[in-house]
Structures are given as C-alpha cells and as structure tokens.
C-alpha cells in the first residue's frame, strides 16, 4: 500500500530534551515536507526536501532541524524542544509530475 | 494579507443541498490549486486538483478557478453527513512551497 507513514503518532516529553520524529515513504517520491498545524494557524510549512541531501526552510523553521539521506526517510528533529513547538506535525510526500502531497497520519507532539 | 484566505466557517448545509466553498489567493503567479479534506484528528486527504481556468468535476465535486479574480471554489452536490470535516484550500505559488489556507468547516445536517 502506498503510503507514508510517521512515528510516533503520540509524544509527551519534557523542555530541553532532544527528540526526533520519522517519516517514510514508499513511493519513491522526490519531494517530501514537513508541516505543523496549530487552531486558527492552519497548515504551515517546516522544511520541505526536493531529492536526496537537498533540502530547505519553510515559512516557521525555527527550532527544528531536517535531514535528507535517503530517497526514502525524512526525519524531523527538535534539539531543544520548547512548550511552543506543542502542535500536530504532518509529514507530506509528492512525485516530481504530481503536485498533490499526500500526508502521513500525523504526530501529536506535547513539550511541557 | 494572508495568502490563501478562506472563511472559517463553520458552514451549515441540509443534507441533499448543494455546499459552496471559497477560497482566494494572493500570488498572481500561481499555477496549481488543490482542496483537501481533513476529519477531525485526521491528516488531510487530496480530493480535487486544478490548474487551468474553468470546472472541473469528479463526481459529486466541482472545483472551480479563476486566476483574473484570483479564486478558487469547491462545490459538493448531494451534501452528506460524512462531507462534514474541514475543508482546506491549498496553492502552489512557486517551487515546492503549498501553501494551505486555514479551512473552511463543513456541517451537514441530516
């Protein structure tokens, strides 16, 4: 089944301590992006990569960090998450000829 | 301004009535228009594309553009129950950035 899939689905950790969320997907796409979405904010964009080892900010990249070593993986990564990074995060794919991003399951993210 | 606007609803339609949602965007360059729906804890789900001027029907749904006025509509014929989430308008201004209105929220009412 294509797909992309996100882990984990539910995070609570604390100030400070450094945390990464995966994302893969399996339809050998060159784009992938990260979003977060927050009440009244909408869907904003993170990081997006355009291939492998290619990879740039979005409109609120501030605090997050990206990697793109395979074709397959996009993990996010908070080094020192902070209360204000609380938010669903939504990591996305797409062909180079399809412009529609299909979305992972999501990850709710809580930093107290 | 915003640049993809769209009213935040929420909009109430009987069910079998035909439910209308707008959307505006600010970049006159734009090339791609997408609407998406979102189910409440649930990521968003492509429903309908668009890239040049006019209708463009899948079933039930219509999307509708007009770059001069720089507008974007969905119209779901038939409304549902299960049509009721919210209803996101996304662009694609340039390069790889989709930018995402807020929503629209959809009730429809049985």
């Known amino acids: 089944e294509a797909q992309v899939t996100q882990n984990p689905r539910y995070l609570i950790t604390v100030t400070g301590k450094k945390l990464t969320v995966t994302c893969s997907q399996n339809?050998?796409?060159?784009?992938m992006s990260w979003y977060r979405q927050d009440p009244g904010l909408g869907l904003r964009q993170i990081y997006y990569?355009?291939?492998?080892?290619?990879?740039d900010k979005g409109d609120v990249p501030e605090g997050y960090k990206v990697s793109r070593k395979e074709k397959r993986n996009f993990p996010l990564i908070l080094e020192s998450p902070s209360p204000n990074q609380t938010s669903l995060y939504f990591c996305?794919?797409?062909?180079?000829?399809?412009?529609?991003?299909?979305f992972g399951s999501g990850t709710r993210l809580t930093v107290v | 301004q915003k640049e993809v606007e769209q009213n935040s609803g929420p909009l109430s339609v009987p069910e079998g009535a035909i439910a209308s949602l707008n959307c505006t965007y600010s970049?006159?360059?734009?090339?791609?228009f997408f609407w998406y729906r979102q189910y409440s804890g649930k990521s968003p789900e492509l429903i309908m594309s668009?890239?040049?001027?006019g209708d463009k029907e899948d079933g039930r749904f219509t999307a509708q553009l007009n770059k001069a006025s720089q507008y974007v509509s969905l119209l779901i014929r038939d409304s549902q129950p299960s049509d009721s989430a919210t209803y996101l308008c996304?662009?694609?201004?340039?390069?790889?950035?989709?930018?995402f209105g807020a929503g629209t929220i959809l009730r429809v009412k049985s």
């Open positions: 996304a662009v694609l201004p340039y390069g790889n950035k989709l930018v």
């Open positions: 668009i890239y040049s001027n």
């Open positions: 339809m050998n796409h060159e784009y």
């Open positions: 990569s355009m291939n492998v080892e290619v990879t």
């Open positions: 970049d006159r360059g734009s090339q791609s």
């Open positions: 996305a794919s797409r062909g180079r000829d399809n412009y529609g991003y299909t």
